[in-house]
């Protein structure tokens, strides 16, 4: 069974730090890219990086460049997300995405609060 589960999430003053995980379970993690999104309040989900099976190549929304890194630990199965300087408008439900054979598998997420 493919599992995913996020934490590390948390209210966090503007401009602090915040470094979210996600491990994976029941199936070959170093063979698949994965995608990070968050959902913010009353809105839609929305992009925020992706990194490929490797980490050699990673992608970043325009809203979120230079302030967040994803990265990946393949021997731990574990995905990453490091928040810098954050921003009120990082507020969101975070989700580790990631579609085998087409079908999309997420977890429960996980919340960040940037506010003071």
């Known amino acids: 069974e493919v599992q995913l589960v996020e934490s590390g999430g948390g209210l966090v003053q503007p401009g602090g730090s915040l470094r979210l995980s996600c491990a994976a379970s029941?199936?070959?993690?170093?063979?698949?890219?994965m995608v990070w999104l968050r959902q913010s309040p009353g809105k839609g989900f929305e992009w925020v990086s992706t990194i490929n099976y490797d980490g050699s190549t990673t992608t970043y929304a325009d809203s979120v460049k230079g302030r967040i890194t994803v990265s990946r630990d393949n021997a731990k199965n574990t995905l990453y997300l490091q928040m810098n300087a954050l921003e009120p408008e990082d507020t969101a439900i975070y989700f580790c995405?990631?579609?085998?054979?087409?079908?999309?598998?997420w977890g429960q997420g996980t919340q960040v609060i940037a506010s003071s």
């Open positions: 995405t990631t579609i085998i054979l087409a079908r999309p598998y």
């Open positions: 029941g199936f070959s993690f170093k063979s698949y890219h």
